[in-house]
Every structure is written in C-alpha cells, then in structure tokens.
C-alpha cells in the first residue's frame, strides 16, 4: 500500500514539476515576448508619426522660405527697394540647408514608407530650382532694364504658375505622407490586436495550466498526508510493539552509542528515555573491554546479520546489576549501518533454574533417605546378615535389591545430568595417568565382569604422555564404557580395553566388546537421554539411560570427544580421546635458578632458532607447538615469560594471550609475540613486552626477553609444603595457592618429614590431625637451622596449647578462615622471610 | 569382644536400625545410637559411655550434623574420638564443607551394608 502510493506520489510529482520548471517559463517568456514586440512597435509607431509631422513641417519650411523669397522678390520688382530683396535673400540662404534637412528626413524614411527613389521631392527640387531662376531672372531684368521688364516677367505669370505648381507638390507630399503614416497606424493596431489575441490565448492557457498544476499539487498533498498518515500509522504500530515489548529493544550506532530504546528498556534500566540516548551502551551493560572491542568485534563480525545471543550483566543506575540476555544484530539502514539489541532479563530465568537444580538436589537427597534403608535392609539379607535364606526368597531379595542399586545409579545419573546441564560440574583437572585410570577402572569392574562371565583385556601402550582431566569423571565414563560392554558382551566373552596414542598429541581410551553391536535405527539416539536400543534392555542390562549422555558430555568438557564404530553383529567400539599436556614432569625444572620461558611456535626450524637465541640469553626454554598445549602448561604454570606466535595450528596466539590477561592466575605472565604481521597497537592491548615482526631481530629478541624475565623477578614463586591428609582439602588449598605457589603435598608426619629433607619450602601449611600423629610434631623439623620455615596451622581442631601456638606463625581455623585469606598469609609469610633474608 | 565403641546418631529410625545391624556384624563393634543431638546429649549424661567413634548424620531436624558436632566438642563429650559424617548429599562441595568442621571423613548414603563396619575400621586405621 505504502510503496505504491510512494510509485504514484512520485510520478505526480515529477510530472508537476516538468510542468512548473519547463511550461509555465515557456508560457510567461511567450506572453512577455509577444507584449515586449508590442511595446517596441509602439515606440516604432511613435518615432513615426514625430518623424513625419517633422518632415511636413520642414515641408512647410521649406514652402514658406519660398514664399518669403517670391513677396520679396515682388517687393523689389515693384519698388526697386533694395530693402525688399532682405527676406529674399534671408530666405535664399536659408533654403538649401532645410532642403538638405528634408532630404535626409526622407532619405531616413526610404524604403519604410517612400520608395527609394523619391521622383516627387526631385520634382519639387527641380521646380524650386526654376523658381530660384525664375525669381534670381526678375531680379536681374529690375536691376538692368528697369521697373517694367521686370513687371512683364511676373506678370507673364510664369513665376505664379511654378509656385502653384510647388504648391502642388508640398500639398502632394505632405498628403503622401499622411497617407503613409495612417497605412502605417492601420497595419499597428491589426498587428496589436493580434498581439492581443495571442496574450489573451497564452494567458488563458497559463491559467488552465496553473489550475492543472494547482489540481495535481493538491492531489500530490492529499496523497502526501495520506502518506504520512499510514507512515505515521505504521509508526504507531511499531512504537506500540516495541513499548509493549518485554524485551528491552535499543538500536546502537557502530561505536556502540544508544540511537533509540523502547519503554521497556526504561524500565529494565530505571532511567527515562533522555537519559539512556546518546549515551555508552557499556554504562547499562557490563561489556568486556568497557564495550570498546565488544561493539567493534560486533559491528565487525561478518555473521551479526544473522544475530548472535550473550549472556551479560545489566546494571542499573543504583548499581545493582542483574543477569541479561541480549540478542544482538546488525541492520543496514539508508543511513548507515546499526546494531540492535533486544535484552531480556533472566534474572526469573536464572531463579527459575537455581529452584529447579535446588529441587532435583533436594528430591534426590530425600530419595536417598529411604533408599538408605531399602538398600540396607536388602543388602543385609543378600549378604546374608541374618542367616540362610530360603532359595526363592533370596532370588526375590537379589532381584530387590540389585533394582535398588539401580535405583540409585538413577538418582546419581539423574544428579550428574542436571548439574552438567545448569553448568555447575566442575572440574578438578589435573594432570593424569590415564593408562593407570584405565588399569584402575579395569580392577574395578573385575567383580562385574566375574559375575557376568567376562573378562577385560587390557592393552595400554608404554611410556604415554599425560593428559589433563578430573580422574574422578573420566573413571565414571571408564566405567561406564567397561559396564556397556560387559553387558552387551556373549557370555564367555572378552572386552578389550586399550590405551594408545594415534597421534603424539592426543590420547585415546578405547573399548571394544564382541557383542550385538549397536543397532542402526539406534545410533542416532544412543548419546540422548534415557537412550535404550529397547525398552526391555533397561531391566535386563540394569542401566539407567544416562551413562552415555553423561560420559559424552563429561569428556566434551574436557575438550575431547567420545565416539563408537560398531557393525551389528561384529560388536561395538566406543573411546574417547583426549588431548596431552607437556607435563610437569617433562617441563625443564629450573633449580638452578635461571628464569623460565615458554615459547609457542608451530614451525620446528623457528622454534629450534628462536629457543637457542633464548637459550643464549640464558633463560631455560620449554617449546610448545599449539594454542592447547601453551595454554594447559601456562595453567600449571611456573613460567617467567611467554613467546608466542600468532598464527598458530589451532588457533590465534592472540587469542590465547587475551585469555591469559582475562585470568587473574596468569594476567601478570610478560609475554612477546612474533609475528608475520605488524603490531599496529594490538601489543598496548594486550600488554606485550614486545612485538617482534618476522623475520626475528634475535638481539631484540634476547633484549625483550631479558627484560620481560627481570621485570617480574619479584613475582618469583613461592614454594609451599602442604601437610595435610584430606586429599579433597589439599586439592582446594592447592587450587587457591596455584596463582602464585607451587604447592608439595604431604599426607601425613612422616611423609611430611621426608619432604622437609629433600628441600626447604618457603612456607609450610600444617594440618593437626594427622594419620600418624599431629603435625606439631613436624615443629622441631621447622625450626632447625639458621633459617626457620614459616608455619601455618592450618586445622579444623583449634591449637589449644599456647606454646605451640605461640611457636607458630599463624594459626588458621579450617571453617573460619577463607582461602583468601589462607592465600594473603602465605604470601605475606613468603614476602617477610624474603626480606629478612636479604637483611 | 567389643574394641569400638560407636555412636550412632541419625532421625530415621529404619537407617539407624539397619546401620546398627550392619555396624553389629563386626563382633567388635558395640553400637548405640541416637535419634538426635538432644538424644545423644541425654544419654551421655545419663551415663559414662563414651563412644571411640561418632557417625553424624547431616540432615537432621532441630540440630544439624555439624552443630551436633561442634555441641559434642564443647561438651567434652568426644575426648579426641573421631566423628565421621554421613550424608545423602555426595556433591565434591558438600565433602569439602563437611571436612571443613574437622570430620574424619564423610560416608555417602547409601552406604553399602556389608562393608559399612569395614569402611569405618578402614578409616579410623588412617
């Protein structure tokens, strides 16, 4: 509707304005033309009739000179008076000159309203010039014969009859021209009432024209109102749609200023309209890089046509923030091109899903609670707790309570599947044996297989490298491949269960039964949830569904993958693979002292060259080949410095650095990057040492390095012993220790002991209750030597004994003290024992 | 002969009578039990028993397992015995907090009947 009224309004209006630009010029350039050449033809006419009253009068002239000269003339012929022939001469003097005037006045009117020739005035010349004789003889005949010679000559009347005959002539000419010039006025006034006729004809028609023009002008109004109505129509709408919407909508410019919000974003941000416009997005929503890089990558990234949805914090002007979502596109406008973001606040979301995994907890526990007795109860009777039970009663026992243990599989099941979907498993990775997990695993389901009449075949390969995963989830996928196989495996059978290395980098965990196989109507289903090839095999095989979901997703957050290849018929493989980490282990120890830097370049003949100029500027290199690899070993830590390439195999070691300055643990790490590229500022952004382009200036290389590694020589790490005999509260203490600590674990007096003569750590945390004695008794190992070693007891019992208490430097209760804190001690013990050394 | 005496203290009376049976197939093991803090306070009271060893479950009604324990030390009652926790709740967190109160070690429910004296011996051996 709109667009073709736009089409209609448009032809109109060009059509108006070919007629208003062109026409009406034409029109009133004809009229003023036409009544221009009637003004001029009036002066023309005007100049004529002056001219020929001019030119009778100079006829009259010239007429009455020649009668002057005839009475004079007369009079002398008479009188013989000399006196008389005065005007006779007066005139004769004159005549010539106004006989030349008149000439020229007729010779000016040649060809306009006298032919060329002019016959008539020649004749008047002529007659003048017999006249002259004529009067010039009488003259001469009084002067030299006397009175009456003279008198027979005028009376002869030869002078009279030449006179009448000018007389004639003048009435003649003067006639003439009179008649000349009213022709001449007729002709005008035809000519000005054609002029009259064309001006009224154009007038007129300029008048229709400016009716037509006025005409389509307020059609093209009306049609522009009509216009604007429905525009204004659809604005409303659109208004009314975006206010009502429980999204906050708000377009941004490229540099992520606010353009326009609807009401609901003056809800969401408690300010009104005025206040949000033109103001930082980055004020109401906590961007990374205070919006700057966010608002580019986003105007910069190729798919934001498509739109892309973050999660992000909102804030209010109060401060209080609140969990958003925000769904962002980029829409090209005439005017350029804009970014819209539609917010939704999840805070009800984020409620909604903490209640939901609150209550699964909840549920399961409260499950549990009865679960505890029923699988107690049964448990007892099947182990036969109290006594020999008759054969069928125990067979419905078993049945009892292995559906019991099932039950309970479920609810752990049910447990791991919520909390990987709210994103709360977390992980505890380490680095790990996994040929030993696969051994443990192995031993572990010795009984299952026993009791099913398998047996598991182990091949794991020599001397693998590590990877790095949570041992306690990547045994329960373990064991979840070894319970499939086992029991999908013929009786008699065997599942093989191998640990190998495809490539240097990965490790792959490998299961292989000769069972069924999987079915292929099944393999589509089998990673889902509550996933069984049929319903039956859930009570025959006593699996509850999840253990494949689970054990896909547990080895998907480890960054690996999980997989099958099966024929029916032929069994089924299923492995996961995971990649290595260089590990502590084949990290270069730096116990003499030398700094440590690791270098990440993909290209061996680089690598090889760089790490032996930097070897050269003596610090002790560990080469990497992969962002992976870099960032697993950064995550271990130990390093002084980084180098990195840019362009490496699995990605941009840009991308890596900027995830290490987002880290607290690793955002002090100086780093250098190399690069084909040149900096042009990414290296102030990402706070590089240096930026070295391709090909390398090895000085500048072992310059920057060297500086990178004395920069930070106070960020040296703190060697901390750890004696405590909970492995979980090690793996927390050790955790929060890691950014700045490398942290030795002892878990109990003796290994304690045996730690403390191997070398001496910078700080020792102390628990009490230790398996074999307290860990007091470790005090008197402490404070030998010149040297005393800091000590934190750090216990759930509180020190009771003063002197000890005393003797210690800090006393810290496990459910009173946070790790932080635990943190800032052994760092503040570090630093002062550092100092007094240097006294 | 009985060489552990062992505190049991748990509101549901089904899994204090099934723990008891299991507790009790080790001969050596001599089990009394509580439905609550209250109770428990009350019988040591009333007596000069003093267990070797206390199982706390977590979840109970009025005093929660780790006010049970902080309540026992205050009163003296526990002399250096080690208190062990029992809980439903198996999340990695939950073991953590629980240590934190200075408990020798957590028993995830459910336990298994069978083993649940040996696990017990097993960790008062560390």
Redesign the interface.
């Given at each position: 509707m709109t667009s073709f009224l736009l089409r209609r309004e448009q032809r109109g209006l060009l059509i108006s304005v070919i007629l208003g630009l062109v026409v009406a010029p034409l029109l009133l350039f004809l009229v003023t033309f036409e009544l221009q050449r009637e003004f001029s033809r009036g002066t023309v006419l005007r100049e004529a009739v002056n001219h020929s009253y001019d030119q009778r009068m100079q006829l009259q002239t010239v007429f009455s000179l020649m009668q002057d000269s005839e009475t004079g003339q007369r009079g002398f012929v008479i009188t013989g008076q000399e006196r008389f022939l005065e005007p006779y001469h007066a005139a004769q003097r004159r005549l010539p000159a106004q006989l030349a005037a008149l000439r020229a006045m007729r010779e000016h009117d040649a060809g306009d309203l006298i032919e060329t020739d002019d016959p008539v005035f020649d004749r008047l010349e002529a007659l003048i010039a017999r006249k002259q004789a004529v009067m010039s003889e009488g003259i001469k005949l009084r002067r030299e014969n006397g009175e009456d010679a003279a008198r027979t000559l005028v009376s002869s009347g030869k002078g009279k009859a030449i006179m009448d005959e000018i007389r004639i002539v003048v009435t003649e000419l003067q006639a003439a021209d009179k008649a000349a010039l009213d022709r001449r006025i007729a002709a005008d006034g035809a000519l000005t009432q054609r002029t009259e006729r064309l001006t009224q004809t154009l007038f007129v028609v300029l008048v229709v024209f400016l009716l037509a023009a006025f005409l389509m002008l307020s059609r093209q109004i009306r049609a522009r109102q009509q216009l604007f109505t429905v525009a204004q129509a659809t604005a409303g709408r659109l208004d009314a749609i975006l206010d009502n919407a429980q999204d906050a909508i708000v377009t941004l410019n490229p540099s992520g200023t606010i353009e326009t919000v609807n009401k609901a974003a003056e809800e969401m941000f408690g300010l009104p309209r005025e206040n949000l416009l033109r103001k930082a997005l980055a004020q109401f929503i906590d961007l990374p890089d205070r919006g700057e890089l966010f608002i580019r990558q986003l105007a910069g990234a190729d798919d934001l046509s498509k739109g892309v949805l973050r999660e992000l914090t909102g804030r209010r002007t109060d401060g209080t923030t609140f969990p958003i979502e925000a769904s962002i596109g980029l829409v090209r406008l005439p005017e350029g091109e804009r970014i819209t973001a539609s917010i939704r606040d999840i805070s009800e979301r984020r409620r909604v899903e903490k209640l939901k995994a609150e209550f699964v907890s909840t549920v399961s526990h409260e499950l549990r609670t009865p679960l505890t007795s029923i699988a107690g109860s049964l448990g007892l009777l099947v182990g036969g707790a109290a006594g020999a039970l008759p054969e069928r009663a125990a067979r419905l026992l078993g049945i009892a309570h292995s559906n019991c243990q099932r039950l309970v599989r479920l609810i752990n099941d049910i447990l791991d599947i919520e909390k990987i979907e709210s994103g709360q498993m977390e992980f505890d990775l380490q680095p790990l044996d996994l040929g030993e997990l696969a051994r443990r695993a192995v031993d572990a389901m010795g009984g299952l297989g026993g009791q099913m009449n398998v047996a598991f075949e182990l091949d794991v390969a020599p001397s693998l490298p590590l990877v790095r995963g949570d041992a306690d989830r990547l045994s329960q996928v373990a064991a979840n491949l070894l319970s499939n196989a086992a029991k999908f495996s013929p009786a008699g059978g065997a599942v093989e269960v191998k640990v190998s290395a495809p490539r240097p980098d990965v490790l792959r965990f490998c299961v292989r039964d000769h069972g069924p196989g999987v079915p292929e109507a099944f393999r589509d289903r089998i990673f889902s949830k509550f996933a069984q090839a049929d319903a039956s095999d859930t009570r025959a095989k006593g699996g509850t569904g999840l253990g494949l979901a689970i054990s896909r997703e547990i080895v998907q957050r480890h960054g690996g993958r999980l997989w099958f290849e099966s024929e029916p018929g032929q069994g089924a493989t299923f492995m996961f693979e995971l990649a290595t980490i260089e590990t502590r282990a084949r990290v270069p120890e730096a116990s003499d002292g030398a700094a440590r830097v690791l270098l990440c370049e993909d290209d061996p003949d680089i690598a090889e060259i760089l790490s032996e100029a930097l070897r050269q500027a003596g610090v002790r290199v560990h080469t990497v080949g992969d962002v992976a690899s870099a960032s697993a070993v950064l995550e271990i830590g130990g390093f002084d410095a980084f180098v990195t390439d840019v362009r490496l195999p699995d990605g941009s070691g840009l991308d890596l650095l900027r995830r290490l300055r987002a880290d607290a643990a690793t955002r002090d790490i100086p780093a250098l990057v190399i690069s084909a590229e040149a900096a042009e500022g990414r290296g102030e952004a990402l706070d590089v040492v240096d930026w070295l382009q391709k090909p390398i200036d090895l000085e500048r290389l072992r310059t920057a390095v060297h500086r990178a590694v004395n920069g930070h020589a106070d960020s040296r790490r703190i060697e901390v012993l750890h004696v405590e005999d909970d492995a979980d509260v090690h793996a927390v203490v050790r955790d929060a220790l890691q950014e700045r600590c490398t942290v030795r674990h002892a878990d109990s007096v003796r290994s304690g002991r045996a730690a403390l003569q191997l070398s001496r750590p910078d700080v020792v945390i102390l628990d009490l209750g230790l398996g074999d004695g307290n860990g007091v008794e470790l005090l008197g190992d402490l404070h030998e030597g010149d040297e005393p070693v800091p000590v934190i007891v750090f216990s759930a019992q509180p020190l009771e004994d003063r002197a000890l208490a005393a003797s210690v430097d800090a006393v810290l209760t496990k459910s009173k003290t946070t790790l932080d804190q635990l943190a800032r001690t052994v760092r503040k013990l570090a630093a002062d024992a550092d100092s007094k050394r240097r006294r | 002969m009985t060489d552990l005496k062992l505190l049991y203290v748990d509101d549901?009376a089904?899994?204090r009578?099934?723990?008891t049976?299991?507790l009790e197939?080790d001969p050596g093991i001599e089990v009394r039990s509580a439905g609550g803090g209250v109770e428990a306070f009350a019988m040591l009271d009333g007596d000069d028993w003093r267990p070797d060893v206390v199982l706390l479950d977590v979840?109970m009604p009025d005093m929660d397992g780790p006010a049970v324990l902080a309540r026992l030390r205050e009163r003296g009652d526990l002399n250096g015995a080690p208190v062990i926790f029992i809980t439903?709740?198996?999340?990695?967190?939950e073991?953590?907090r629980l240590?934190?109160?200075?408990?020798?070690d957590v028993i995830t429910?459910?336990?298994?009947?069978?083993t649940l004296a040996q696990d017990v011996r097993a960790i008062l051996a560390?």
């Open positions: - | 549901e089904d899994i009578e099934v723990a049976f299991s197939l979840m439903a709740r198996a999340q990695a967190e073991r953590a240590l934190g109160f200075g408990a020798a429910k459910p336990f298994d009947p069978m560390r």
